[in-house]
């Protein structure tokens, strides 16, 4: 492993440190509408202010990472190394397209979500629940202690070695292609994966299913979600997701006012139950 | 009046304490359930009851913020109530599943009506680079989510069990409704947030590519994933060829007008 930490000097290895130590509270102030963006703002502090040193450039950087992010918390160190040495870039070089780091941020979140969640909550969490529970009705003390040391270990590591390795690969592999100028190649690659990882989300994570049926004498004759599924599945949360979109940025509208819009909506909807 | 603090405290520190300790698993029943036995004075009944609640929620777990139940709630306040009362798993396990199903209910109505609304908070004070601003709210958002949380536990052994029962029973349903349809809507303003980075008119229409296939094939995200990047290759393949022949483009008209001659050769090159 000390292959990987070779080429950074010791400045950076202190950020990658403070990045996974940071990443833990990535979840402390979760919100429905942006998930962990604060957490990996507050992780991403230390390296926005010894790249950037004018106040406008910092404050571009923060708006850029106080952006929705969400994956499974093993992965999280890797992707911040990732955007950290893209941070770099873009702090040396006024050319550097910003919005790759975003692009890139989003193409790896769902995909690193669905290993990470799969490995740690679904083979590792268990594994170490079943070892855990035949412990304790044994009446074994230590039965939790082993519990979260054999669930921990393996996903501390994953993080620790993580953060480095998304440091480093991110500057070798970003610096090489910017040299050839074909970042604007991967730049719309990232994007399309991106967009691509944004339906997907769009679709397993936007819920929203009708309630209401037509029914004439205690009979059902009409149910309205299974009428819209036969047009087309996720109709519904594709128009909501795409109206939130069309508010954002072709109206202006806040995302303060969509979010208290979406519960009050919610609820009146719920209360005359249409849901 | 103890007892009541130190689950209470318990909860605060494994529940709440697990998210701004990286999801670390301390607020599961294996690990709640001796810890309470430890300090409520009766280990045995911690380890068995925990044990046994393990078993049930083990395949619960919060999964892109989707899940069935909160169990670390449930388990501290079953545990509790097993050693208090002296009946053990007879007591524990008739509480444990509706605590872990309202528990899950009050944790996304402080997620939704709580700490949602603050998002856009986050936003301004990034827009204005107010770092202390963003770090406090940060953790002070976490405190006051998991104090408020923990106040059910500490009511809930003060009143005793079969008051919490009563109580349990008593939220309007619809607003739990609502509150749970609002907690699957909500996603649809990060993703919008995400659309209106990415989005350009040449590439839109990759969003409904993905949409389409988690809809009707139900991939799940990593083989989606797959499928995107071996899209993302072909066209920045192409994208790389016409980078080249761009260059080739513009370097040529300088070349021929110094190398007349030879141009019949660079022809034959091109075509090579």
Same mark, same amino acid.
Not at chain 2, 71 to 80: K, N, Q, R, T
């Given at each position: 492993m000390s292959k990987i930490t070779k080429k950074l000097s010791s400045d950076e290895k202190k950020l990658i440190r403070q990045m996974y130590w940071r990443s833990f509270t990535l979840y402390s102030a979760v919100t429905? &509408?942006?998930?962990? &963006?604060? /957490?990996?703002?507050y992780s991403m502090l230390p390296a926005i202010n010894r790249f950037y040193k004018n106040a406008e450039d910092k404050r571009k950087a923060m708006v850029r990472?106080? *952006?929705?992010f969400n994956t499974n918390i093993a992965m999280v160190p890797f992707v911040m190394g990732i955007a950290a040495s893209m941070e770099k870039k873009r702090s040396e070089n006024k050319d550097f397209n910003e919005d790759s780091i975003n692009a890139v941020k989003t193409s790896l979140m769902g995909p690193l979500a669905g290993i990470g969640d799969s490995l740690t909550w679904g083979v590792l969490r268990v594994l170490a629940g079943s070892i855990a529970i035949s412990l304790a009705q044994g009446g074994n003390i230590l039965a939790p202690i082993i519990y979260l040391l054999i669930f921990n270990i393996p996903v501390q590591l994953v993080r620790w070695y993580g953060g480095q390795l998304g440091y480093t690969l991110g500057s070798t592999l970003i610096s090489d292609l910017y040299e050839k100028g074909l970042i604007n190649i991967m730049t719309k690659a990232a994007s399309i994966v991106g967009l691509v990882m944004v /339906? &997907?989300?769009? *679709? *397993?994570?936007?819920?929203?299913? @009708? &309630?209401?049926? @037509?029914v004439v004498k205690g009979k059902t004759i009409l149910k309205s979600q299974a009428l819209l599924n036969q047009i087309f599945i996720g109709l519904l949360p594709l128009l909501i997701t795409l109206l939130c979109f069309y508010l954002l940025k072709n109206k202006n509208v806040s995302i303060n006012w969509l979010i208290i819009g979406a519960i009050v909506i919610s609820i009146i909807l719920a209360l005359i139950g249409v849901v | 009046m103890y007892e009541a603090f130190i689950v209470a405290l318990v909860v605060f520190l494994t529940v709440g304490g697990q998210e701004l300790f990286g999801l670390t698993m301390l607020g599961r029943p294996i690990v709640i359930g001796p810890l309470i036995g430890v300090l409520l004075g009766d280990i045995q009944t911690g380890l068995t009851v925990g044990a046994s609640l393990e078993t049930i929620f083990i395949g619960i777990v919060n999964i892109g913020g989707a899940s069935a139940a909160e169990?670390? #709630?449930?388990? !501290? #306040? !079953?545990? !509790?109530f097993a050693i208090t009362l002296h009946k053990g798993l007879a007591v524990a396990l008739p509480l444990a599943i509706p605590l872990g199903i309202i528990g899950l209910q009050i944790k996304t109505l402080l997620y939704v009506a709580v700490v949602g609304p603050f998002a856009s908070k986050f936003d301004s004070m990034a827009s204005k680079g107010n770092q202390k601003g963003i770090v406090r709210l940060h953790f002070g958002l976490w405190g006051l989510q998991w104090f408020l949380y923990s106040l059910i536990p500490f009511f809930a052994m003060l009143f005793g069990s079969h008051a919490t029962q009563v109580a349990l029973k008593m939220i309007p349903q619809v607003i739990v409704n609502g509150l749970t349809v609002a907690g699957n809507? #909500?996603?649809a303003v990060g993703m919008a947030m995400l659309m209106k980075m990415l989005w350009d008119k040449n590439i839109s229409v990759f969003y409904f590519l993905g949409f389409v296939i988690v809809a009707y094939m139900k991939l799940p995200l990593v083989a989606v994933a797959v499928i995107a990047i071996i899209i993302a290759v072909l066209i920045a393949q192409r994208d790389y060829q016409l980078h080249k022949l761009t260059e080739q483009v513009n370097a040529k008209p300088a070349v021929q007008s110094t190398n007349d001659k030879s141009s019949n050769s660079e022809d034959d090159d091109f075509f090579n």
């Open positions: 429905p &509408a942006k998930q962990g &963006a604060s /957490g990996f703002e990472q106080m *952006s929705y /339906g &997907a989300m769009t *679709s *397993s994570m936007v819920k929203f299913n @009708l &309630a209401w049926n @037509l | 169990p670390g #709630l449930a388990s !501290a #306040l !079953a545990v !509790a809507v #909500l996603p």
